[in-house]
């Protein structure tokens, strides 16, 4: 069933629902293509197959386009990908010409329908090129940039740049995420989509379910981080805050992640926390598949704490999740969690496991502070983090560019 | 009597163009060169920004000082400074300029910020619309309000102090055509102190007070 902005409107309020129907109306007809490299699999598919059908309830003529290529182009796009994100990787000439030769061959199918688009929205590395090979485009471009560019390796992002210049602006998550461009870098953050199956609300019988199935005790709290296994969301740290904890009150750990993984690293990460958990009943490592959603959702529902203790981290979407579920964060006090965890509001931000343990037993022992902390993570996420201010921001966006104008008002 | 329009805003922020602070001395020369939108962003709509509701101060100068910088005493410096009481930008920057002077001459060390705290200068697009709601009467205020989103909140009530007549919300500038019966109203409004509200409180307040004058 294609979404629609009426499904919203029980968790985002009618006034922003109102909000987005006015700003839309005014956008009315506009014709607006997305294009990405992927239909299915990862986040940015999944932003794409809400966003396209709400712009479309707003009245704005909004398509999706995907690109098509064949598996050496995406080796090249996966090391553009790396590159970008500061690894060094050696992309050949012959990488760089198969790169552009899909672009060319993607631009003579989709010519036709981005040279006419009012709004052009290229998502992402892959399908950059598509702009120096659409000569007679009317409308404006714009490049979203979905990962961290800010600290790329430098040959990479030098040819990449020369593509990415001739935008007439640009999107970053973060402005950490940024690199100077010379045109207008808009900043528009992450968000969760409250009817995913990752973040909708679940029939008590379904955490029971969840909870014997793992062989949690209901009668004692439980502590749960979700992420993959990666030294940089920190599992062992979680693990000695645990045992901290555990000194003085009978806490239970999750440790949810990904399933199997060709990260050797991953593979790494998982076995010496495997190896800290042994012997230990209460700490649960759970390798689950990849859409295991609803099981995270429930694990994070059945949560007393969610903790999300990364080292280094980009906007932390795994914490706007357990804040969604009411559940106060401790989050590792680095990137995108610094935005969502206030302490004594929302959770705490903390450095080390000790402090994470000295949070985690304020908690604890304040039980009325965790559960109005809790509605006040919910508030904040419905205020600042749904898919509905995402969907805004867009359209303020493409208010904006449409206007030509470089005042920073903009009367519609 | 004409009906009172009722307009909402919403914006956008996107990098100013500077590089980055990581410290009071750049924070100093930033401030120094900055476009007056990156200082109107920083301390004029952080309210309409998706962000926490509840920092100590209003001003994102103020609150990286304390979270960030860790000198408390410059962020109570910054933390009182009130943009309205302000005639220009210029002025505002001025008086934040002499702030940090004074704070650098009396430290020894400059304080500064490990990688990843920096100040980030931003600007914002706003996009101004008409709602095509209309209120007709006084009695029709409250809830008219009370049905407002927080952006028609701050369009009407905290950044009207700056447009035209300076220094007062749009309500009581169109109560004002009411003559003597809403006087009591309008002192209500003008008394709130929204400093320290978010928008949600303060259009829970608005209508407590309209409500309270029997409006």
Request: include cysteine.
């Given at each position: 069933?294609?979404?629609?902005?009426?499904?919203?409107?029980?968790?985002?309020?009618?006034?922003?629902?109102?909000?987005?129907?006015?700003l839309?109306?005014k956008l009315s007809g506009r014709r607006v293509v997305?294009?990405?490299?992927?239909?299915?699999?990862?986040?940015?598919?999944?932003?794409?197959?809400?966003?396209?059908?709400?712009?479309?309830?707003?009245?704005l003529?909004?398509?999706?386009?995907?690109?098509?290529?064949?598996?050496?182009?995406?080796?090249?796009?996966?090391?553009?990908?790396?590159?970008?994100?500061?690894?060094?990787?050696?992309?050949?000439?012959?990488?760089?010409?198969?790169?552009?030769?899909?672009?060319?061959?993607?631009?003579?199918?989709?010519?036709?329908?981005l040279e006419d688009a009012d709004i052009v929205v290229?998502?992402?590395?892959?399908?950059?090129?598509?702009l120096?090979?659409c000569?007679g485009r009317r409308g404006k471009w714009v490049w979203?940039?979905?990962?961290?560019?800010?600290?790329?390796?430098?040959?990479?992002?030098?040819?990449?740049?020369?593509?990415?210049k001739g935008y007439d602006a640009s999107i970053?998550?973060?402005?950490?995420?940024?690199?100077?461009l010379p045109h207008p870098q808009y900043?528009?953050?992450?968000?969760?989509?409250?009817?995913?199956?990752?973040?909708?609300?679940?029939?008590?019988?379904?955490?029971?379910?969840?909870?014997?199935?793992?062989?949690?005790?209901?009668?004692?709290?439980?502590?749960?981080?979700?992420?993959?296994?990666?030294?940089?969301?920190?599992?062992?740290?979680?693990?000695?805050?645990?045992?901290?904890?555990?000194?003085?009150?009978?806490?239970?750990?999750?440790?949810?992640?990904?399933?199997?993984?060709?990260?050797?690293?991953?593979?790494?990460?998982?076995?010496?926390?495997?190896?800290?958990?042994?012997?230990?009943?209460?700490?649960?490592?759970?390798?689950?598949?990849?859409?295991?959603?609803?099981?995270?959702?429930?694990?994070?529902?059945?949560?007393?704490?969610?903790?999300?203790?990364?080292?280094?981290?980009?906007?932390?979407?795994?914490?706007?999740?357990?804040?969604?579920?009411?559940?106060?964060?401790?989050?590792?006090?680095?990137?995108?969690?610094?935005?969502?965890?206030?302490?004594?509001?929302?959770?705490?931000?903390?450095?080390?496991?000790?402090?994470?343990?000295?949070?985690?037993?304020?908690?604890?022992?304040?039980?009325?502070?965790?559960?109005?902390?809790?509605?006040?993570?919910?508030?904040?996420?419905?205020?600042?983090?749904?898919?509905?201010?995402?969907?805004?921001e867009y359209l303020i966006l493409f208010h904006s560019i449409l206007s030509g104008s470089s005042e920073p008002r903009i009367y519609v | 009597?004409?009906?009172?329009?009722?307009?909402?805003c919403v914006l956008l922020?996107r990098?100013?163009g500077?590089?980055?602070?990581?410290?009071?001395?750049?924070?100093?020369?930033?401030?120094?060169?900055?476009g007056?939108n990156?200082?109107?962003?920083?301390?004029?709509?952080?309210?309409?920004?998706?962000?926490?509701?509840?920092?100590?101060?209003?001003?994102?100068?103020?609150?990286?000082?304390?979270?960030?910088?860790?000198?408390?005493?410059?962020?109570?410096?910054?933390?009182?400074?009130?943009?309205?009481?302000?005639?220009?930008?210029?002025?505002?920057?001025?008086?934040?300029?002499?702030?940090?002077?004074?704070?650098?001459?009396?430290?020894?060390?400059?304080?500064?910020?490990?990688?990843?705290?920096?100040?980030?200068?931003?600007e914002a697009d706003t996009v101004v619309f008409?709602?095509?709601?209309?209120?007709?009467?006084?009695?029709?205020?409250?809830?008219?309000?009370?049905?407002?989103?927080?952006?028609?909140?701050?369009?009407?009530?905290?950044?009207?102090?700056?447009?035209?007549?300076?220094?007062?919300?749009?309500?009581?500038?169109?109560?004002?055509?009411?003559?003597?019966?809403?006087?009591?109203?309008?002192?209500?409004?003008?008394?709130?102190?929204?400093?320290?509200?978010?928008?949600?409180?303060?259009?829970?307040?608005?209508?407590?007070?309209?409500?309270?004058?029997?409006?």
């Amino acid at each position: 069933m294609e979404k629609s902005l009426l499904m919203y409107e029980a968790c985002a309020g009618t006034a922003a629902i109102r909000q987005l129907r006015m700003l839309g109306e005014k956008l009315s007809g506009r014709r607006v293509v997305h294009v990405n490299s992927t239909r299915e699999g990862g986040g940015v598919a999944e932003i794409l197959s809400w966003m396209v059908p709400l712009m479309r309830d707003l009245g704005l003529d909004a398509s999706w386009e995907v690109i098509r290529g064949a598996g050496d182009f995406y080796s090249v796009t996966k090391s553009i990908h790396n590159g970008l994100q500061g690894f060094p990787v050696n992309i050949s000439q012959k990488g760089w010409a198969t790169y552009h030769a899909v672009n060319r061959a993607n631009a003579e199918a989709l010519r036709p329908t981005l040279e006419d688009a009012d709004i052009v929205v290229i998502h992402d590395p892959q399908p950059a090129a598509l702009l120096q090979l659409c000569g007679g485009r009317r409308g404006k471009w714009v490049w979203r940039a979905h990962i961290d560019i800010s600290h790329p390796y430098l040959p990479v992002w030098k040819t990449l740049r020369t593509i990415v210049k001739g935008y007439d602006a640009s999107i970053f998550s973060m402005p950490q995420f940024a690199l100077p461009l010379p045109h207008p870098q808009y900043l528009v953050a992450p968000s969760i989509d409250p009817l995913s199956e990752k973040n909708r609300d679940l029939p008590p019988e379904e955490l029971d379910a969840v909870r014997a199935g793992f062989g949690l005790d209901p009668s004692r709290p439980l502590l749960v981080q979700v992420s993959r296994f990666d030294r940089f969301k920190d599992p062992i740290g979680v693990i000695e805050a645990y045992r901290l904890v555990k000194k003085v009150q009978p806490v239970q750990l999750v440790l949810a992640g990904g399933g199997a993984t060709d990260d050797p690293e991953g593979e790494e990460v998982l076995r010496e926390v495997m190896d800290a958990a042994a012997g230990d009943p209460d700490i649960h490592v759970l390798l689950l598949p990849p859409d295991a959603h609803r099981t995270i959702n429930a694990l994070q529902r059945v949560a007393d704490v969610v903790i999300q203790k990364s080292l280094r981290e980009g906007f932390g979407l795994t914490v706007t999740e357990g804040l969604w579920k009411g559940k106060p964060v401790i989050g590792g006090d680095t990137g995108g969690i610094r935005r969502q965890v206030v302490d004594y509001h929302t959770g705490f931000l903390v450095n080390t496991p000790e402090g994470a343990a000295h949070r985690i037993r304020f908690l604890l022992y304040h039980r009325e502070k965790m559960r109005s902390m809790g509605e006040k993570a919910r508030e904040f996420v419905r205020e600042n983090f749904l898919l509905t201010r995402h969907l805004r921001e867009y359209l303020i966006l493409f208010h904006s560019i449409l206007s030509g104008s470089s005042e920073p008002r903009i009367y519609v | 009597m004409t009906p009172f329009v009722v307009m909402d805003c919403v914006l956008l922020t996107r990098m100013s163009g500077l590089p980055e602070a990581a410290s009071l001395r750049e924070l100093r020369e930033r401030v120094a060169v900055c476009g007056e939108n990156v200082l109107y962003h920083h301390f004029y709509e952080t309210l309409l920004r998706p962000s926490f509701d509840y920092p100590d101060y209003h001003n994102d100068f103020a609150v990286w000082a304390k979270l960030h910088l860790a000198d408390p005493v410059l962020a109570e410096r910054f933390g009182v400074l009130d943009p309205y009481a302000f005639s220009s930008m210029e002025e505002l920057r001025g008086v934040m300029l002499d702030i940090i002077d004074e704070r650098l001459t009396t430290l020894t060390v400059v304080p500064a910020v490990s990688r990843g705290s920096e100040f980030y200068f931003f600007e914002a697009d706003t996009v101004v619309f008409d709602t095509g709601d209309r209120i007709c009467s006084p009695a029709d205020l409250a809830p008219a309000v009370a049905r407002m989103t927080t952006g028609s909140v701050f369009f009407h009530f905290i950044e009207a102090h700056r447009r035209d007549p300076v220094g007062m919300d749009d309500f009581s500038a169109w109560l004002l055509h009411f003559g003597e019966e809403t006087s009591a109203c309008r002192e209500a409004l003008r008394t709130i102190d929204f400093a320290f509200l978010t928008l949600s409180e303060l259009r829970s307040e608005i209508c407590e007070r309209l409500a309270a004058q029997c409006l």
